[in-house]
């Protein structure tokens, strides 16, 4: 199960990714050209903060089964720090008055997630765009990650 959830965790990555990358051009394109805030503006964005809420659900349930060692403390506080935004702007560009505002929030908030996702990816001591083993969880001197 762990190995599964290991998986699941490290291929969402690349969705999450991919929808920041969508939706940081599609709220740039609308804020830069002034277009009107709309259906596909609201979709962009409950994409990428749906994905990024099942990310972290994946590293919750990770951390949960028993994954865990000290340097992971700082890629877990830069991941709720990024839903946290994620969810915050996203909610703020939807209760805004103005369309060019709600854009720019809704860039703001793909920016700074995106942010704190690749530098919580960086805290653990991996690439955004690597791939590596699974961590181990043996306590033993030799095998302990700085």
């Given amino acids: 199960m762990t190995t599964l959830l290991f998986h699941a965790h490290s291929g969402v990555r690349y969705l999450v990714l991919l929808a920041a990358l969508a939706a940081?051009?599609?709220?740039?394109?609308?804020?830069?050209?002034?277009?009107?805030?709309?259906?596909?503006?609201?979709?962009?964005?409950?994409?990428?903060?749906?994905?990024?809420?099942?990310?972290?659900?994946?590293?919750?349930?990770?951390?949960?089964?028993?994954?865990?060692?000290?340097?992971?403390?700082?890629?877990?506080?830069?991941?709720?720090?990024a839903l946290v935004f994620a969810h915050g702007l996203s909610v703020a560009a939807r209760r805004a008055a103005d369309d060019r505002r709600r854009h720019a929030l809704a860039l703001a908030g793909v920016v700074l997630s995106l942010v704190l996702v690749v530098g919580g990816i960086m805290a653990i001591g991996r690439s955004p765009f690597g791939t590596s083993g699974m961590p181990t969880t043996d306590r033993t001197p030799s095998t302990v990650q700085p």
């Fill in 24 to 81: 940081l051009l599609y709220m740039a394109w609308g804020w830069a050209a002034r277009r009107p805030w709309g259906k596909p503006a609201r979709i962009v964005m409950a994409v990428f903060v749906g994905l990024l809420d099942l990310q972290v659900l994946l590293g919750v349930l990770l951390a949960a089964s028993g994954v865990f060692y000290p340097r992971l403390m700082g890629h877990i506080t830069m991941m709720v720090l």
